[in-house]
């Protein structure tokens, strides 16, 4: 509650300061062409840094597991930092992997000790040290890229973190990790309190720091948790995006060529001809941003419904 | 509407189509170390699903309206 508040209360001061200050974009998805305030997923941060002082101080877990939920914040809270200087310095997209592979040295120290993956039907693989020095790293920087490049929409970036974050801390709590679930259902509140102020008609946008984020506590928690294949089924509608824009002759190249969407005078999104996940949609049958929106959560609630069969089905 | 209903159940498809090849791929592969055949149906589950993806985007060009 408290993370949600904060959460909110920082994004609503952003929302009105931000754009003053030069840390703002333009939306283009509307006819108007509104200067919006950058940055939103700070008011996350905030609310994660808020939520976990007050846990760790109100419920200090006394079996261990508060090392788990220290690693786990401290590695999302430093992909965020990559995402502060990512907005605020336009760092160049060959040094971000790198950025972010550093920033998850807490998790990886942490889960040293682990050498095996589970997967449900085949059951558990040992990998050893290629769990935490290749997997960990890796699934973290990918998930973090995968969900900075399906964006661009009020309410799609937050929205599916509240969707996906909700449904891995549910998860989390069945499957025996109720502090790891904490972790998660802070996460969930604080990206549900800037999602109040990013839903259409967005008064502030998440930013490099939001989406980084997100993708990363995504990941985080499922690492925790030992749902490994909990976040590759919530992180398909974003590999699909990633997919159509990379198997090109020339692999993320389509917005340089063929620019962004066209906004018509009634609020209809035209597609650009090259494809994408949310061209997809535009494509199928004439659709205005808060319905294309609606229309990815509902495939990424579609996708958490079933990494909810999943799991539970081989509990 | 009801176009962008059916797209959002015809993106199960890459996830199953991959899915299925990934476990089909497993039991073929039973003479290999755990870590190769591992690496193996990962390989061969991005390959499905890449694949499976392209066509997603060619069943969306077939139903355009525009």
Redesign the interface.
């Known amino acids: 509650m408290l993370a949600a508040l904060s959460s909110y209360s920082i994004a609503r001061y952003q929302s009105g300061k931000f754009a003053s200050l030069g840390i703002s974009g333009i939306d283009v998805h509307k006819p108007s062409r509104p200067v919006t305030a950058e940055m939103g997923g700070l008011a996350v941060l905030f609310g994660l840094a808020v939520g976990s002082a007050v846990f760790l101080f109100a419920a200090f877990p006394q079996d261990g597991s508060s090392l788990s939920f220290i690693a786990g914040a401290s590695t999302v809270g430093l992909v965020g930092a990559v995402g502060i200087a990512d907005d605020l310095f336009d760092i160049k997209q060959r040094y971000k992997p790198f950025m972010i592979v550093a920033a998850t040295v807490p998790l990886m120290f942490f889960l040293l000790g682990r050498g095996s993956i589970y997967i449900p039907v085949i059951g558990y693989i040992d990998v050893w040290l290629l769990y935490p020095l290749v997997a960990v790293p890796l699934a973290v920087t990918t998930s973090a890229n995968f969900t900075n490049m399906l964006a661009g929409f009020n309410g799609l970036e937050a929205g599916m973190a509240v969707i996906s974050l909700g449904t891995l801390s549910f998860l989390s709590d069945v499957t025996g990790y109720p502090t790891v679930a904490m972790l998660g259902a802070i996460l969930t509140v604080a990206y549900f309190g800037l999602l109040i102020l990013n839903w259409y008609p967005a008064r502030i946008f998440p930013g490099d720091t939001g989406t980084l984020t997100a993708g990363a506590a995504v990941v985080v928690i499922a690492l925790l948790s030992k749902l490994e294949f909990v976040a590759v089924i919530l992180s398909i509608p974003a590999a699909m995006d990633f997919t159509l824009k990379a198997v090109r002759r020339r692999p993320f190249g389509g917005r340089k060529i063929h620019g962004d969407a066209v906004v018509e005078s009634d609020g209809t999104l035209k597609p650009a001809e090259y494809p994408t996940l949310v061209h997809a949609f535009m494509k199928v049958s004439p659709i205005k941003e808060r319905g294309l929106v609606l229309s990815i959560l509902a495939m990424q609630a579609l996708f958490a419904l079933i990494a909810v069969i999943v799991t539970l089905g081989f509990l | 509407?009801y176009?962008?209903?059916?797209?959002?159940?015809l993106?199960?498809v890459?996830?199953g189509v991959s899915t299925v090849v990934a476990?089909a791929t497993?039991e073929v592969l039973q003479a290999l170390a755990?870590?190769s055949r591992?690496i193996a149906v990962v390989v061969l589950w991005i390959v499905a699903?890449?694949a499976a993806?392209?066509a997603?985007?060619k069943a969306?060009?077939v139903?355009?309206?525009?």
């Not at chain 2, 139903?63 to 525009?66: A, E, L, R, V």
Request: net charge neutral; proline share 10%; hydrophobic share 70%.
């Open positions: 509407m176009k962008h209903v059916l797209l959002v159940f993106s199960l890459p996830f476990l497993w755990p870590v591992l699903f890449a993806t392209l997603f985007w969306a060009e139903i355009t309206p525009w």
